[in-house]
């Protein structure tokens, strides 16, 4: 079979090996020019200053680091869980605040959607860098530990952060945690078998007991079983500082606080308008055979109207996760702000911003895989 340059496959394999072939010799061209520099100037490369150790201090940590003696390897790792710690809570925060706000734009009630208007179309015009200024400066000016606001026992409100009580971890409680994750996934069993017996009879089962024995029930049996420990950890002032039970920097909360109030308006615009994108046939339906509108919403329009909301809302989670790299502004210390002292101590500029590249790009990657799957899991299939 003879090809001539009038085919459109033959054209296109050779576009093809040109583009291709121009892209490596562009990187081949970068990467040798940048070693030769780095030669001449006598800077060492490669990630072998990963081992070595780290006079970094940080103030906010996962794990257990000491200065001088923890390596940079494991001080870039808790700065990666640090923006972890802000994103992940930021995206669930967000999501719940923003889809709230999006259906009091919608309320009949014109008071209430007045506000959720006023405060999407007011917050979303600030920059979120001044915004995360205005958090922190807020938080700052708390009383200091020793005149520190006491709203409810073991809670006390400074310009320290927040103190909250915690539960002192004991080996009943991750036991009693994987026999709730057992029962989440017993949950999901017990309703896929109430589906299918709707689906067949047109009557759905009550499923509510057997749901809370699993999710309650369960739990409570194991963590009786192995004794029942439970001590609340309080925390207590001594001298100038708080001792005891778990804290809450005013770098996190201002910097969390900042992002989920930003990201919520964008995420309220994004539900309001898939809401509005179903067809208004459907309230009217529901209305006709007297079903409550809360009810309606939540069975009827939101799983429809997720197809089209599902989509953009990728996009803000991955807004916000990149946005968390304003953290450094405020001093909260995320895997940006590590790297950058990091690079600082050591001279490794390219495997610092290396490794700050693939730290966002592994997020972003999750992030969207993760939303491919769940939106091509409630696209509609044509039978």
Known sequence: MRLSWSDPRLRNLVWQILIIGAVVLAGWYLAHNTNRNLEQRHIATGFGFLGQAASIPIGESLLSYTPSVSTYGRALLIGVLNTLKVAVAGVVLATVLGTLVGIARLSPNWLLSRIAAIYVETVRDIPVLLQLFFWYGLLQTLPPPRAAFHPLPGVFL??????????????????A??????GCVLVWLIGRAADRRQAATGRRPRTWPTTLAALLGLPILVWLGL?????????ALHGFNFQGGISITPEYAALLTGLVVYTA???????????????AGQWEAAGALGLPRGLVLRRIVLPQALRVIVPPMTSQYLNLVKNSSLAIAIGYQDIVSIADTTLNQTGQSIEGIAIIMAVYLTFSLSISLFMNWYNAHIALVER
């Open 177 to 182: 945690l994987v026999a709730f994750l057992a």
């Open 265 to 279: 308006t964008y995420i309220a615009e994004i539900v309001r308008s898939g809401i509005q994108a179903v067809a």
């Open 227 to 235: 004794g029942a420990p439970l001590h609340v950890d309080m925390p």
């Open 158 to 175: 400074s310009n320290r952060g927040v103190k909250l009580p915690t539960i002192a971890w004991h080996a009943a409680h991750f036991w």
